[in-house]
């Protein structure tokens, strides 16, 4: 149970980074799809009371709320629950703290996108501020300490991805690439015990599985890995010499979203 969504306010030059930074990574492929980044969108924004002039300036230049950047922000890491702490940089006066986005299960990476188990709920938070914190630990992204309450499974499946893609383009250290590579690999292997490929993607999505980066300094290829706790199913899906054994009838199947295609 965490947040998916926490962080600081950015100041002004902070602010105006974040949007020529990803106007340029936009301006290389325009029409990629799904697009390389969210610009930001004056008539989607919620801007809550402000309105008028203020209104309109604001919500032209106000970063979206999708992506994890230096001030924290949507960044699903499932291990921030009762007990963790947060070491977030400060940019200005009040510091703008605010969570949201509540959920109840996810694995590493959300790798449904919005595929979490969503829920309602308090959060309560204690604050308090170390002055000059960022110059003293020469930090510029939060830090994390994780809740002792995360959830614990004592055995796995792992399954190895490497920045090869399915096309079988090579690919330069793309942990990107790697890691979805283990997620399609775990996705056809649970397809074998009768699992419809969407839910196997959605199980991926909403258990606390784990990714790890495995290797990231031999060339070409990076090694990313997916964690799949065995716990979490009541049948053995450990492979053996008899093979798997179908479980269910998938009856419905949905295709992938475009970014594990």
């Not at 290389?28 to 930001?40: F, I, K, M, Q």
């Not at 959830?151 to 399915?166: A, H, K, M, Q, T």
Request: proline share 8%; with cysteine; hydrophobic share 40%.
């Amino acid at each position: 149970i965490h947040p998916g969504l926490i962080g600081c306010l950015p100041d002004r030059p902070m602010l105006e980074m974040w949007n020529e930074r990803e106007r340029a990574l936009i301006a290389t492929d325009p029409e990629r799809v799904p697009g390389l980044a969210n610009p930001p969108s004056a008539g989607t924004a919620h801007m809550g009371q402000m309105r008028g002039e203020a209104r309109d300036k604001a919500a032209a230049e106000g970063a979206r709320t999708v992506p994890p950047r230096e001030h924290g922000g949507n960044c699903d890491i499932k291990d921030l629950s009762r007990g963790a702490k947060v070491f977030f940089p400060v940019y200005v006066d009040g510091a703008g703290l605010s969570v949201g986005d509540l959920h109840f299960s996810q694995g590493d990476g959300e790798i449904t996108f919005c595929g979490a188990i969503e829920m309602a709920g308090w959060v309560h938070m204690k604050v308090s501020l170390i002055k000059g914190g960022m110059a003293k630990y020469g930090i510029k992204n939060p830090i994390f300490k994780p809740s002792p309450i995360t959830p614990r499974y004592d055995d796995y499946l792992i399954f190895e991805g490497i920045s090869v893609d399915e096309s079988g383009r090579q690919h330069y250290l793309d942990v990107n690439v790697a890691y979805r590579q283990a997620c399609l690999n775990a996705i056809e292997y649970l397809k074998k015990f009768g699992y419809s490929g969407a839910q196997a993607y959605s199980i991926l999505g909403t258990a606390p599985v784990q990714g790890h980066i495995s290797g990231v300094v031999d060339v070409p290829n990076s090694c990313a890995t997916l964690w799949l706790p065995t716990g979490i199913f009541d049948f053995d899906i450990n492979p053996n010499a008899a093979g798997p054994v179908v479980q269910f009838d998938g009856s419905i199947d949905m295709p992938l979203s475009p970014d594990l295609r």
